[in-house]
């Protein structure tokens, strides 16, 4: 497995044992981009927000909610990678992660961020 995937895979375990726990400490790999995202979440689940408008983050399944929240931020501040790259390692977590539609909907959530970011 690509050693980025990888990371990311771990990443999302990370962002998905947080929305339980809301603990640092306990999280099995914490890395710094991890904590980074966390302090980001408040500005990040906003755009989810206005991006997903008939889902309430509530609403949201928290592995596909944990998929979003990586890939927005390195969409919107981390901005190191493509935005294709970035896209299309969303949408293979939400293959192997989510569930059987998890893949359309977070494809729909970036799609509508990318066509913002054109305006």
């Known amino acids: ?22 603990d640092l400490q306990n999280l099995p790999y914490a890395a710094s981009t991890t904590q980074d995202i ?15 408008i008939k889902f309430p983050i509530d609403k949201i399944a928290k592995i ?10 390195e969409l919107s501040i981390n901005k190191i ?12 977590l939400a293959k192997e992660l989510g569930g059987d539609k998890s893949y359309s909907f977070i494809n729909g959530v970036l799609g509508k961020l990318m066509k913002k970011d054109e305006t």
């Open 1 to 22: 497995m690509d050693t980025r995937h990888q990371k990311r895979t771990e990443i999302v375990q990370d962002l998905f044992a947080y929305s339980f726990k809301q």
């Open 38 to 52: 966390i302090r980001h979440i408040p500005a990040i689940d906003a755009m989810i927000s206005s991006l997903a």
């Open 64 to 73: 596909d909610l944990s998929i979003l929240r990586l890939a927005v931020y």
């Open 81 to 92: 990678q493509p935005q294709k790259v970035v896209i299309n390692e969303a949408i293979e």
